[in-house]
């Protein structure tokens, strides 16, 4: 029992020192100057409902004030004095490798998006396309995707789900659901160069292509994943729900779906229950880095195609796909 109160007292300090007071937040966020312009009306307007007004200095008062107006927290949280979404936002104030276009909460977060795919540049890698060109034709792989590493979400990999496609009004209707349906979360469109194999049967292509040497044609249109970091994993399950009910094609006339959804949606995260296990494959050139999934029993084969007459690294992770990406992956269309 003692060694359980020790532990439980600890843990909450540990808590306590995890979090940042106000004061030292505002230092961090590099905000001094502006609280020192605060008056003292203007502090009891951002304030109201505050209990400590009297008892506090005014400079940290002032300090509060400015969270306040800025949404980092509320006089409710400053009442009881819980920090936690301060220390949250300090921390993603000063991770410089963390990459967002904000949250989906945001009022302009649809502006954003369409902005930055109408500006997007296709990845591409001359060294990368070459080698995995030849792989695909191959039959090592149904595909790949290649992008710039510098416009890598980073987000906290256990909250994260990546969602893949290709219209961005597709990606406009979805984040306007997920708003809908109460899910808030930060997020990052990483544009992609997309490649697998043209079908004779699906006629002339219509995308970018490259004809390769046996006169295979392997299409490489540009598509996006956008990536999500949700507050918690209850709302990254809940996301997943969301995507087999309203972006998800069951029959071919199937209506109440967002618009050109897709029989095989693909959703990457982290082991959650009902969800598949594939190979990542991660190839990496300069600032280009190639994606290459595979069912598990056709990795070492991939791996050792890519080392052969090649001195690209290969570094392989397991990641968890939604049920119907993972038929894709087994030659299912459905």
């Known amino acids: 029992m003692k060694n359980k109160i020790l532990l439980s007292f600890i843990l909450i300090n540990l808590t306590a020192l995890a979090t940042l007071d106000p004061s030292t937040a505002i230092e961090k966020l590099k905000l001094k100057e502006l ?6 009306e203007k502090i009891q307007n951002s304030l109201k409902g505050y209990k400590n007004m009297k008892s506090e200095s005014l400079e940290s008062l002032s300090d509060k004030a400015v969270l306040v107006d800025l949404n980092i927290t509320t006089t409710d ?6 920090y936690s979404t301060i220390s949250n936002y300090v921390d993603d104030f000063l991770d410089i490798n963390e990459n967002s276009l904000g949250n989906i909460s945001d009022k302009n977060i649809l502006e954003r998006i369409s902005k930055k795919w109408s500006t997007t540049v296709p990845p591409k890698d001359a060294v990368l396309l070459d080698r995995l060109n030849i792989a695909l034709a191959n039959g090592l792989m ?12 980073n987000f906290k990999k256990e909250l994260t789900a990546s969602y893949g496609h290709n219209d961005i009004t597709h990606a406009l209707q979805l984040i306007a659901l997920l708003k809908s349906e109460d899910l808030d979360a930060k997020i990052q469109l990483e544009p992609k160069t997309s490649a697998f194999l043209h ?8 995308y970018d292509h490259t004809v390769l040497q046996d006169g295979k044609i392997v299409l490489t249109p540009t598509e996006y994943d956008l ?33 050109k959804s897709w029989w095989q949606p693909f959703v990457q995260t982290d082991k959650i229950d009902g969800y598949k296990m594939l190979i990542s494959h991660l190839v990496k050139n ?11 029993t056709n990795s070492e084969a991939f791996i050792k195609a890519m080392k052969d007459d090649s001195n690209l690294e290969v570094k392989t992770q397991e990641i968890w796909v939604n049920p119907a990406f993972y038929r894709f992956m087994e030659g299912d269309y459905k």
């Open 142 to 153: 149904t595909g790949y995707n290649l992008k710039n590493i510098n416009e890598y979400a």
């Open 35 to 40: 609280s020192k312009t605060y008056s003292k």
């Open 77 to 82: 949280l400053l009442n009881k004095k819980d």
């Open 199 to 206: 079908n004779p049967n699906w006629g002339s292509p219509n």
């Open 227 to 259: 990536k999500f970091e949700f507050k918690n994993l209850n709302d990254k399950i809940k996301f997943t729900k969301t995507i087999d009910r309203y972006a998800k094609k069951d029959s071919k006339d199937q209506e109440k779906l967002i618009y």
């Open 286 to 296: 300069d600032s280009f880095e190639a994606n290459i999934l595979t069912l598990p």
